[in-house]
Nanobody
């Protein structure tokens, strides 16, 4: 099983980034996909989730700015991040979770830094 995040980097406040998580080794379309983030000295937090049926939910701190989407044909989940703020700075992780068992997988993370 592999989850490989990409698209992180340094961006100025107000800017945008698009994260991608390419997956393999499991039946992507049968898994809930999420993005988490962890800032230095803080616990990992859920940013956004997209269910198998495409229903989405977001942390209050990113609602209206971030959009999660999935492409089942490419086994990839995306996170479009707009109007970025310094407090969005964190390592962003991709997560796959089975809705019928405790099985879950994590990516290695990608750094997002929002700074002028």
């Amino acid at each position: 099983v592999q989850l490989v995040e990409s698209g992180g980097g340094l961006v100025q406040p107000g800017g945008s980034l698009r994260l991608s998580c390419a997956t393999s080794g499991f039946t992507f379309s049968n898994y809930r996909m999420s993005w988490y983030r962890q800032a230095p000295g803080k616990e990992r937090e859920l940013v956004a989730i997209i269910l198998i049926a495409g229903i989405t939910n977001y942390a209050d701190s990113v609602k209206g700015r971030f959009t999660i989407s999935r492409d089942n044909a490419k086994n990839t989940v995306f996170l479009q991040m707009n109007s970025l703020k310094p407090e969005d700075t964190a390592v962003y992780y991709c997560n796959a979770r089975s809705p019928i068992s405790s099985v879950q997988y994590w990516g290695q993370g990608t750094q997002v830094t929002v700074s002028s």
